[in-house]
């Protein structure tokens, strides 16, 4: 009798929390934690989200699972933090859908130039059709599980060098684009001097003048404060940028099914409140770049032909990497929301 109390109060005392350690979700008191890392600062929309989330996840589940946000790269940079993930010694991240494509070459075609044509369209692809849910549903094999689409947003440039309006402006601009294959292609059939760069290095970059430019949606070139580092923002909005909620899928295994429903549902809501900030500020935030001195730019309908028919070649060249026919179908569900 002896023993088994001894052990029933061993096992009463350990058991629970000792296994909810495991998974990496280090415990505290009784709470589960999600440790929460992305790489912006704490203005931009995407923390303003993250922080929603925490909020719906911690009274949904009655503090059950608790949320520690980290912004600014504290964690690390995208392909760090996913690669923590995997390890089980992260949670949570937020990358763009670009450095994805080093885990799962099929996301690639969210870096195929000129995709999405608008914001809504965008809107309907991404939390409608299945070719971006079925693209969600690969992250798991590799040991990520995906919440949710976000915004990021439409890409635009900046350089210290000329107010880049067509093609010919590019050339030999040293640009900083994100780790990933296509998009250093594309730069440089735009005749650009392209370089991968994580993203935590890139202000100072731009500050000691080893790049000339580089291209992110105006809510970060102004939440990051480009204007201090840079004086042209042309608005070539050559792709969109998706983000991904990712979740370490041990975290996500240990996670009972009415956590998990409480955790897709908290990154859909927070995803909607964060995109509606990010659209909200948008115009106001280019009129101060250009009254911090900034030079803008708009880009022709004629100008971004030109760039689509120089970038078109690279895209081809990365169809049998991404799948003809992933292709193929986001194409369709772009013509379908565009109806
Ligand atoms: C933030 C990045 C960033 C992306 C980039 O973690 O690297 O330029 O646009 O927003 O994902």
């Known amino acids: 009798f002896m023993i088994l109390t001894l052990i029933t ?3 009463a005392a ?31 929309p995407q ?5 929603k989330f925490k909020e719906i996840v911690e009274k949904e589940t009655n503090g059950a699972i608790k949320v520690e946000t980290y912004h600014s790269s504290q964690l690390g940079d995208d392909r760090a933090m996913m690669e ?9 991240t937020i990358p763009s859908t670009a450095p994805i494509a080093n885990f799962i070459p099929e996301y690639s075609v969210y870096d195929i130039p000129f995709m999405f044509p608008s914001e809504e369209v965008a809107d309907k692809v991404l939390l409608e059709s299945d070719i971006a849910k079925e693209l969600l549903e690969k992250l798991p094999d ?20 000329v107010a880049v309006s067509n093609v010919g402006d590019f050339k030999n601009l040293k640009i900083r684009t994100m780790e990933n294959q296509l998009h250093l292609e594309a730069f440089k059939a735009l005749g650009a001097n392209p370089t991968p760069m994580a993203f935590a290095e890139l202000f100072t970059a731009m500050q000691q003048g080893t790049i000339d430019g580089q291209e992110n949606p105006i809510a970060t070139i102004y939440l990051q404060k480009y204007n201090e ?24 295994d ?31 935030y280019i009129a101060e770049l250009e009254q911090e001195g900034m030079t803008v730019t708009e880009i022709t309908p004629e100008a971004r032909e030109e760039m689509k028919a120089i970038t078109d070649p690279v895209v081809e060249k990365f169809s049998d990497k991404i799948g003809k ?8 569900a772009v013509e379908e929301a565009g109806k």
């Open 9 to 11: 109060s061993i096992l």
């Open 229 to 252: 580092v840079q004086k042209h923002v042309s608005l070539t909005h050559h792709v969109y940028s998706p983000f991904v909620v990712l979740l370490s899928k041990i975290f996500w």
């Open 47 to 51: 923390y303003l989200g993250l922080l």
């Open 84 to 92: 923590a993930l995997q390890l089980g010694t992260q949670q949570m």
């Open 14 to 44: 350990c058991g629970t929390s000792g296994e909810k350690a495991s998974g990496g979700g280090k415990s505290s008191g009784d709470a589960r934690i999600i440790r929460a890392g992305i790489g912006l600062n704490d203005k931009h």
């Open 254 to 284: 240990e996670s009972s099914k009415e956590e998990q429903d409480i955790l897709v549902k908290a990154a859909k809501e927070a995803g909607d409140y964060s995109r509606k900030l990010n659209r909200e500020a948008n115009s106001t």
């Open 325 to 332: 026919d992933t292709i193929d179908r986001m194409r369709k």
């Open 142 to 161: 590799q040991g990520m599980v995906g919440l949710a689409y976000w915004e990021n947003g439409f890409r635009d440039l900046t350089n210290n060098k």
